[in-house]
Structures are given as structure tokens and as C-alpha cells.
């Protein structure tokens, strides 16, 4: 099973910066615009080095900003515990976890699960970063099986806080857990436990090629950093853990022939007139058949239709109690495309926020709302060995990139526990 150690941790000086100013959301969700927006906040914003001008740039901003004490590295290991306070639909949650080291292990293993596809051209990205700066600047997101949320209650007071954060309506407060008795209860639960990735696949990949790259200068040397990588854990069972669905924008010629075509294969059920701030999900009765379709100023709630559904179910049984897997194998069915060349073609667009939909549908384009669905069902398609549909889930919110830095320069660890 993966074996999981604390580390000692890169990160900000609070004395040098302020943190709502250098923190950024994931990489991969942004666009050009916001990427500048956040560079422009300070000169020490992580973008710099997670979204450099050239990963040189990136290497000699890292080693300068270690120079002047603008990051500095925790001196004794530990495991941090991250909170994360939001609101939702009018109800306050706080998401917890772990950031700590995982032994990295081939998918093969099956000791640690995807359950998304990847794309090289952005393992590539990734790779020559870490292989320029030898830095990991935002952690994997996976999770594991905990019934009884035993974890988040080994360490209720023993810990100290290193930073507590307002961003974007949302209350970031991460600690550090020094207390060696307490550290060890949580590795020997990790002991036995699978990892699901939740979000980072491609961050994930590189690890796995980085270790093979560092592994031709220093050999299989099980103590090298390079074996591990930093990962953020939470429990897949509690309750504030919101996995969310992502959601499509399509861009067709004829909105109406697109949703009289959809009528075809699924019913509509209800049609509704559009509210910026509606909680959509409470109107899903039957998850895995149902989705919403937004056009112009109305949504209309579509259900597949039994005999279609049973199809689908029949070939792909896991897979079918996704409501987008559904829903693409109609589209698919339709109109003979892929979703993947539509993304090619710049006739879709992800996103996880309604209000994205409502704009685009009031311009003509077809907006398409899915309801959530369990992280059960994300550890039962990995544990299948099956991926879900490119963008299929939104863990909401973010974790923050650049809260903890991890090195994996080749030293040996020497951690003991």
C-alpha cells in the first residue's frame, strides 16, 4: 500500500509578502486573462513559477526568491492539515484534509487510482517544469476511505496554524502537526488504504515519468526524494466534500434543431424560466438519466428514455450511472461527433459556474447542466479500471497553489516513522 511520510515543507514568508496576493487558484482552471490578473498582484505570485515566461525564468525567479528569503523551508517534518471553509447554496462547509508525501506507485499496482484520461502535451509542460526547477508548486488531490472520519479527528488540538487566508468568499487556514505520536496514528492508517485521484492526473503522470528521469542519475535508491510526491487527502465519505459536475457550453449553428434532435433519444420534463441564482440539482430525479439544457431564456429538464437508457447500461454498466457518459453517447449517437473534436474545434467550452451558462445561452449557444453525482461513484469506476468523460467532475472549491512547496532535487529523505 502507499507509503505516506511528513516532509519538510517549502513556503511563503509571511513577513515578506502578503498571502492573498501571491496564492492563486489550480493552473488548469484559468484563463490568459486571469493568469495575467494574478501576476500583475505581486511580483512573488506563484504564477510566476507554476505558469512561467520559460521554465529558465522560472528556475533562476525560484532560486532568487530563496536567496531573499521569500520562501523559506520549514527545519523539522510535518504533515499539514488544510481547512477549508466556503458557502453553498446558502449552507457553510468546511472541507478538510491532509497534505503529506505518497510513495508514487505505477496505476498498475493498484495502489493508487485515476479514473480520467490524460494528454501528453500537458505531462510535457509539467515534466520540463519540475525538471527545470526540481519543485512541486500545488499538491495532487486524492482521496480515501475513512466511514467514520476517524482522521480528521486525530488532531483537534495539536496543531499550530501557519496561515489563515480570505480568498474569493472562501477561508483557507493551514496547519502544521509536528506531534510524532499523533503522525503515526495517521501513517498507520494510510498503511492499508488505496488513493483515488480526485484532481491532478497530469500532475500525477509527471511524477510517475520524473521518478524514471531522476532514477537514470541516482539509480532505484528507495530514500531519494524523487519517490514521492506531495499530495493533498481527504476522506471521500464526509459530507462536506462537494463533488461537483462540469458543465458544457456547445456552440451549434441551430439551437432548436439541436434540442428537437436530443428530443428524439430523451423526454423533456419540465421547462423552466432561467434563475441566475437556482439551485438546479433539486429538480433531478433520476440522476444518471437527467440533465438540464439552457437556450436562450428558458432550461429545459430532459430525461433519457428508458429503452435508451437500458442500452447504454447494458454495454456499460459502471459508467452508465454517470449522467454525462449518457448524455455523450446520445450526442455521440446524433450527430456522429465526438465530443473531443468539438473541443478541438472550439465548439464546446467547459465550466463549472451556472452563471457562465446563463450568459452564453442568452447569446444563442446551448448550455448543458448535469446534477452531481457521489464520490462513491468515482471509487467505483477507478476501481474498474474505467475512465469517466474528459471533465467529468469539479471538486469545489480549489485548493489554493503555492500554500506548500515540495523539493525533489535527489536528496535523501532521512525521514523516520
Same mark, same amino acid.
Not at 48 to 62: I, N, R
Not at 303 to 315: A, N, P, S, T, Y
Not at 344 to 361: N, Q, W
Given at each position: ?13 509571511? @513577513?515578506?509578502? @502578503?498571502? /492573498?496576493?501571491?496564492? $492563486? ?7 490568459? @486573462? /486571469?493568469?495575467? /490578473?494574478?501576476?500583475? @498582484?505581486?511580483?512573488?505570485? &506563484? ?10 525564468? $522560472? ?6 526568491? !530563496? ?36 510513495? &508514487? ?6 495502489? !493508487? ?6 494528454? %501528453? ?56 502537526? %509536528? ?23 497530469? =500532475? ?64 423533456? &420534463? =419540465?421547462?423552466?424560466? &432561467? ?106 469506476? $477507478? ?35
Amino acid at each position: 500500500m502507499p507509503e505516506c511520510l511528513p516532509f519538510c515543507a517549502w513556503r511563503y514568508n509571511p @513577513k515578506k509578502v @502578503k498571502m /492573498e496576493e501571491v496564492v $492563486a487558484p489550480p493552473y488548469d482552471i484559468v484563463s490568459e @486573462k /486571469e493568469i495575467k /490578473e494574478f501576476k500583475n @498582484k505581486s511580483c512573488y505570485n &506563484i504564477f510566476h513559477l507554476e505558469l512561467p515566461e520559460s521554465y529558465k525564468k $522560472a528556475k533562476e525567479l525560484l532560486e532568487n526568491w !530563496i536567496k531573499s528569503q521569500i520562501f523559506i523551508k520549514n527545519k523539522t517534518p510535518g504533515v499539514y492539515f488544510y481547512e477549508l471553509e466556503f458557502l453553498y447554496h446558502n449552507k457553510i462547509f468546511v472541507r478538510k484534509g491532509f497534505i503529506l508525501l505518497v510513495k &508514487i506507485s505505477p496505476f498498475e499496482e493498484e495502489k !493508487i487510482f485515476p479514473h480520467e484520461k490524460t494528454y %501528453s502535451n500537458i505531462t510535457k509542460d509539467r515534466f520540463e517544469l519540475l525538471k527545470a526547477t526540481h519543485f512541486q508548486f500545488s499538491q495532487i488531490f486524492a482521496l480515501y476511505e475513512d466511514p467514520l472520519l476517524e482522521t480528521l479527528k486525530i488532531f483537534d488540538k495539536k496543531k499550530e496554524l501557519l496561515y489563515k487566508i480570505e480568498y474569493s468568499n472562501e477561508k483557507h487556514r493551514l496547519y502544521k502537526i %509536528s506531534e510524532k505520536t499523533s503522525i503515526k496514528k495517521l501513517l498507520s492508517f494510510f498503511k492499508d488504504k488505496k488513493f483515488y485521484i480526485a484532481d491532478g492526473h497530469h =500532475r500525477y503522470m509527471t511524477a510517475l515519468k520524473f521518478k524514471e528521469y531522476m532514477e537514470d542519475f541516482y539509480g532505484k535508491n528507495p530514500l531519494k526524494d524523487y519517490n514521492y510526491v506531495a499530495m493533498y487527502v481527504s476522506p471521500l465519505e464526509d459530507k462536506n466534500l462537494l463533488m461537483l459536475p462540469t458543465y458544457r457550453i456547445y456552440y451549434f449553428n441551430d439551437g432548436r434543431e439541436f434540442i428537437k434532435k436530443i428530443s428524439q433519444l430523451a423526454e423533456m &420534463i =419540465r421547462t423552466l424560466e &432561467i434563475k441566475e441564482e437556482q439551485n438546479f440539482n433539486q429538480f433531478f430525479k433520476k440522476p444518471s438519466q437527467e440533465w438540464a439544457i439552457l437556450y436562450e431564456r428558458k432550461i429545459i429538464f430532459f430525461c433519457l428514455k428508458d429503452e435508451v437508457f437500458g442500452k447504454i447500461k447494458e454495454k456499460e454498466q459502471i459508467l452508465s450511472e454517470i449522467p454525462l457518459y449518457n448524455f455523450l453517447q446520445i450526442l455521440e449517437d446524433i450527430f456522429k461527433i465526438k465530443e473531443e473534436v468539438l473541443r478541438k474545434k472550439g465548439k464546446v467550452k467547459f465550466v463549472s459556474d451556472t452563471r457562465d451558462l446563463i450568459i452564453e445561452a442568452q447569446k444563442g449557444a446551448i448550455g448543458v447542466i448535469f446534477p452531481s453525482i457521489s464520490p462513491q461513484i468515482l471509487k467505483k469506476v $477507478a476501481q474498474a479500471k474505467k475512465l469517466m468523460p474528459h471533465k467529468c467532475t469539479y471538486f469545489y472549491p480549489k485548493n489554493l497553489t503555492g500554500l506548500i512547496l515540495n523539493e525533489v532535487s535527489g536528496r535523501d529523505l532521512n525521514i523516520s516513522f
